[in-house]
């Protein structure tokens, strides 16, 4: 029992309080605009390679976009969260994410047709979820 009270104070001592768990808000905040800013290039993949009719292809960059705008979620909220978020990711930030949200349904939706062989359908949802990324994106970027 004293041995891992001891190891516990060590470690604290050594790696501190503001390790990776309590990272700031605007860390959060530009990771997610990195994962914000990647979910919209993998949208516009996806259409690429679905107009030109590679339905396989297009359906890698949508999963990809999915991985994408979970990632952005995440940390979006995880900077809407922080004790030290600013208005403006406050503000802007419940609604990059919902945007992200309902992007990602719609890419799933698309994976899900596409996986299925019915591009058209692909083709409808990935242009809704591209749109509804681009929206969030510009919400994200207001976020600081």
Partial sequence: MRLNVYIAVVAISFFGFSGVG????????DI???HCNETVAAGESGLDHGGQGHGGVA????KKMIHEAGECVGHGQGGIDASDASEATKMHGPEAMSLMKEAMSHA???VKHGELG????LMGHG????ALAREGLKHANEMN
Avoid: E, N, P, R
């Fill in 59 to 62: 359906v890698k960059h949508f």
């Fill in 108 to 110: 799933k939706t698309a």
């Fill in 127 to 130: 242009k809704d979820a591209l």
């Fill in 32 to 34: 997610a605009k990195k």
């Fill in 22 to 29: 309590f990272a700031g808000s605007s860390m959060h905040v």
């Fill in 118 to 121: 019915h591009l058209d359908v």
